[in-house]
C-alpha cells in the first residue's frame, strides 16, 4: 500500500505524539498498570493487617503471667531476635493464620509496641 506523501508527516506526528504522551502519562501523569496496582494493593492490605493485629499480640503478651519477667528478658534481647522472642513466645499467632511471613511481621511490629511503651 502506498501512502501519499502529504499524509505521512501527519502519522509521523500522531506516532510520536502518542509515544510522548505514554512517556508523559507513564513517567510523571501517575499512569500505572494493572499488576503494578495489584501489587500495590496487596503490600497495603498485609501492612493494613500487621497493624490491626499488633496490638492484639501486645495485649496478649501483658496478659501473660509473668508479663513483667518477659518484658524485661524481652529489652536483654538483641535487637535483631526481638521479633524471633515474641513470635517463639506465641503472641504473634493468631487462629487461622498460617502465613509464617505475616506472624513474623507481627511481631516485628509487636516487639516494637512494648519496647516503645
Known amino acids: 500500500m502506498k501512502i501519499p506523501t502529504q499524509i505521512e508527516p501527519a502519522l509521523w506526528g500522531v506516532a510520536g505524539g502518542a509515544l510522548a504522551i505514554a512517556i508523559a502519562g507513564f513517567g510523571w501523569?501517575?499512569?500505572?498498570t494493572v499488576s503494578h496496582v495489584?501489587?500495590?494493593?496487596?503490600?497495603?492490605s498485609n501492612?493494613?493487617?500487621v497493624?490491626?493485629?499488633a496490638p492484639v499480640c501486645v495485649d496478649k503478651f501483658r496478659r501473660a503471667v509473668d508479663a513483667d519477667a518477659n518484658l524485661a528478658a524481652?529489652?536483654?534481647t538483641d535487637a535483631w531476635s526481638q521479633?524471633?522472642?515474641v513470635e517463639k513466645?506465641?503472641?504473634a499467632s493468631v487462629p487461622g493464620t498460617t502465613s509464617t511471613e505475616r506472624?513474623?511481621?507481627?511481631?516485628?511490629?509487636c516487639a516494637a509496641l512494648l519496647l516503645a511503651a
Open 29 to 32: 501523569g501517575g499512569w500505572t
Open 38 to 44: 495489584e501489587a500495590t494493593a496487596l503490600v497495603r
Open 47 to 49: 501492612d493494613a493487617v
Open 51 to 53: 497493624v490491626a493485629l
Open 74 to 76: 524481652l529489652r536483654k
Open 83 to 85: 521479633s524471633t522472642f
Open 89 to 91: 513466645g506465641g503472641w
Open 103 to 109: 506472624i513474623s511481621a507481627v511481631a516485628k511490629a
